[in-house]
């Protein structure tokens, strides 16, 4: 808590920040809206529901769906592996890079690796990874982590991207976006050329069929899927859908809300490797089913909506909070309103408990998700879990004094008068009118300070309510 203040607070007073992020997420916004509107898809709300509803039943019998999606997978020739931590991802990667000889992976986006900082683990053993998505490939670049969950490098102008490009690519400097992009598309197609190993991400798991689902619009995740000899696709279990007829649904859904497209580019439909006298795709295909935490959001039946999410980025979009602080002022990779009720329960609601707070409970993040998470009220759950974590070690002894002194006060109403009559009277009066940061010091401690760094009150009205209607029954 102490070093997030200061980030947030330089994130706010830069206006070429606050600037790229209301401007790309307004855009998102605007076209989401347009997507969905009642003229062109009458039936959004009921699709919602019908959405909820099916990742629920997928949730609650995770164990059979699992099970079948192996049972497929293996018919195809390919291999499930399970992985309970992030550090098993990273050991099978590099024992099977190492029996095949590999030493260059491609990458295709996905905030799943960016989870388990598989890049790192990798370069760690001297294994080159290369993200292949412009944007996760100009992060790389600048050592920087995810902004957004769909548009990761929003926050970046061009002549940052044409900085970096310079630097670390050794290229003229270009500001023309058309030429970045030509720029990288040179440098990754020898990269696809010479890669030994082809790693995904997956944004859905069909167990019915055993396939792996991927939409993009770039294209490169084709490439990272189909040229080298090798391709691994990593998942989260929460990932599965019961059946192939299941995917128009969420399709429709995802695409509209991430960024206000009817249908992405591309839909890819990967299931196992190459077979007979297909030209392209890969020698050996494994699914690497990730845990990391999420059986245990999956015991708890209070919490286990958050696994719905389908990693559209429409809460980001339409949070005032995240439109403020931007991404990299949350503490771990996923960030706006889905970071704030996965993260603690990820990694404990003690290690970062100032995040269910970071809201203002708006509700349009619940709003806009494509399949009725209801943040708000899981956000509540984690602000009484903090409280009640606090209260266990002793901490937030003033903040509870301070509510039980106001408690006794409002049951006494004529006690309440008294000292409303002497806060008007003794109050100071600025012209400002930020009355509250002038009083002593001991009134302006504990949880007050940060909510006064912000914000005031107006001074107490000279004349009280019931003064004025005690004159109007007179």
Not at 27 to 36: E, F, K, T
Not at 54 to 82: C, P, S
Not at 277 to 302: C, H, M, Q, S
Not at 395 to 403: A, T, V, Y
Request: hydrophobic share 40%.
């Amino acid at each position: 808590m102490s070093t997030v203040p200061e980030k947030i607070k330089e994130t706010v007073a830069n206006p070429d920040l606050q600037k790229a992020i209301y401007a790309a997420t307004g855009r998102l916004m605007a076209h989401r809206a347009s997507a969905v509107a009642p003229e062109l898809l009458p039936d959004y709300q009921d699709l919602r529901t019908a959405a909820h509803e099916m990742k629920r039943h997928t949730i609650e019998h995770l164990d059979y769906y699992i099970e079948q999606f192996e049972r497929k997978v293996e018919a195809h020739g390919g291999k499930v592996v399970y992985c309970s931590e992030a550090k098993d991802v990273a050991d099978f990667v590099l024992e099977l890079a190492k029996q095949r000889g590999a030493h260059l992976i491609v990458k295709s986006k996905s905030m799943t690796t960016e989870e388990i900082d598989l890049n790192e683990r990798l370069e760690h053993h001297h294994l080159e990874s290369v993200e292949t998505d412009l944007g996760e490939y100009i992060l790389q670049l600048a050592h920087q982590r995810p902004y957004h969950i769909v548009a990761p490098a929003l926050h970046m102008t061009r002549y940052e991207v044409a900085d970096i490009f310079t630097e670390r690519l050794g290229v003229d400097r270009e500001v023309i976006i058309e030429k970045q992009t030509k720029i990288a598309r040179a440098v990754l197609r020898e990269k696809f050329l010479a890669a030994d190993i082809g790693i995904s991400g997956a944004n859905f798991l069909v167990a019915d069929s055993g396939a792996v689902v991927i939409v993009e619009n770039e294209g490169n995740a084709r490439l990272t899927t189909s040229a080298p000899r090798i391709h691994i696709a990593i998942a989260g279990i929460e990932k599965l859908l019961p059946r192939a007829r299941d995917l128009p649904l969420f399709l429709k859904l995802l695409g509209r809300s991430a960024t206000g497209q009817a249908l992405t580019v591309y839909t890819s439909f990967l299931s196992g490797p190459r077979r007979g006298e297909e030209i392209d795709g890969p020698d050996e295909f494994y699914v690497v089913l990730l845990d990391n935490g999420r059986t245990k959001l999956l015991a708890d039946p209070e919490k286990r909506e958050s696994l719905f999410c389908i990693r559209c980025g429409a809460c980001l979009n339409h949070c005032p909070v995240y439109r403020k602080i931007g991404g990299h002022n949350y503490p771990w990779i996923y960030s706006g309103p889905i970071g704030k009720i996965i993260t603690p329960q990820f990694h404990g609601v003690m290690q970062d408990p100032w995040l269910p707070f970071a809201s203002s409970l708006c509700g349009a993040c619940a709003e806009v998700c494509p399949v009725k998470i209801d943040i708000p009220k899981l956000l509540l759950q984690l602000r009484a879990e903090v409280i009640e974590a606090k209260s266990l070690e002793g901490q937030g002894g003033s903040e509870r004094r301070g509510f039980r002194v106001f408690a006794w006060l409002m049951r006494h109403p004529k006690l309440f008068r008294m000292f409303g009559k002497m806060g008007a009277q003794l109050s100071p009066r600025p012209r400002d009118g930020s009355w509250i940061r002038r009083l002593p010091g001991f009134m302006r401690v504990g949880p007050l300070r940060n909510w006064m760094s912000q914000r005031d009150l107006p001074p107490p009205a000279k004349k009280s309510f019931h003064d004025y209607w005690k004159e109007r029954g007179k």
